[in-house]
Nanobody
Framework: QVQLVESGGGLVQAGGSLRLSCAAS????????MGWFRQAPGKEREFVSA????????YYADSVKGRFTISGDNAKNTVYLQMNSLKPEDTAVYYCAARLYETTDYNYWGQGTQVTVSS
């Protein structure tokens, strides 16, 4: 059974940093894409960033490029999202998700972690 467990959320002032972690378990994730999504109150869930486990290719939403960095630790089956220069508009629940490389739909989701950026 696949499990994704996020951690690292919290309250931070604008301009500050947080690092989110997503610990994955239940299978080998070599052929998976791991993604981060977020959902702010009253808004739809949106893509933030993704990384392909076996190639290390990374992808970012325009809104976070240059501020967020996604990375993975294969030995720990953990994906990180380093968030710098945070803005109040980054406030949201952040979700970790996983999908097979050749598919487009994310099949597995974590429970989410709250990130609140104060102005």
């Amino acid at each position: 059974q696949v499990q994704l467990v996020e951690s690292g959320g919290g309250l931070v002032q604008a301009g500050g940093s947080l690092r989110l972690s997503c610990a994955a378990s239940g299978r080998t994730f070599s052929y998976y894409v791991m993604g981060w999504f977020r959902q702010a109150p009253g808004k739809e869930r949106e893509f933030v960033s993704a990384i392909t486990w076996n190639t290390g290719n990374t992808y970012y939403a325009d809104s976070v490029k240059g501020r967020f960095t996604i990375s993975g630790d294969n030995a720990k089956n953990t994906v990180y999202l380093q968030m710098n220069s945070l803005k109040p508009e980054d406030t949201a629940v952040y979700y970790c998700a996983a999908r097979l490389y050749e598919t487009t739909d994310y099949n597995y989701w974590g429970q989410g972690t709250q990130v609140t950026v104060s102005s």
